[in-house]
Nanobody, 116 residues
Framework: QVQLVESGGGLVQPGGSLRLSCAASGFTFSEYIMRWYRQAPGKERELVATITSTSGFKYYADSVKGRFTISRDNAKNTVYLQMNSLKPEDTAVYYC?????????WGQGTQVTVSS
């Protein structure tokens, strides 16, 4: 079965950096588009970044463009989100997502808190 396990969240000061990881299993990772979403308290879940199967195309939300970088290692079945210049408004639970066979799969999420 499809499993996504996020890690790397934590508490960081404004201006700091974090690197999130999402380890995937249960499907042929190298063939699928991967996405990172986030959900802040009281807000809807929003798409943060997308990466195609061979990393040939990447999408970023305007709110993170120039600060976040999505990448993947198909040999390790892992997708990453490097987050730099973090702001308090980046505080949220971050989720890894994949659509396999018209079904959406999500990890358990990892909390990112940006605060002084």
């Amino acid at each position: 079965q499809v499993q996504l396990v996020e890690s790397g969240g934590g508490l960081v000061q404004p201006g700091g950096s974090l690197r999130l990881s999402c380890a995937a299993s249960g499907f042929t990772f190298s063939e699928y588009i991967m996405r990172w979403y986030r959900q802040a308290p009281g807000k809807e879940r929003e798409l943060v970044a997308t990466i195609t199967s061979t990393s040939g195309f990447k999408y970023y939300a305007d709110s993170v463009k120039g600060r976040f970088t999505i990448s993947r290692d198909n040999a390790k079945n892992t997708v990453y989100l490097q987050m730099n210049s973090l702001k308090p408004e980046d505080t949220a639970v971050y989720y890894c997502n994949v659509e396999v066979g018209h079904n959406d799969y999500w990890g358990q999420g990892t909390q990112v808190t940006v605060s002084s």
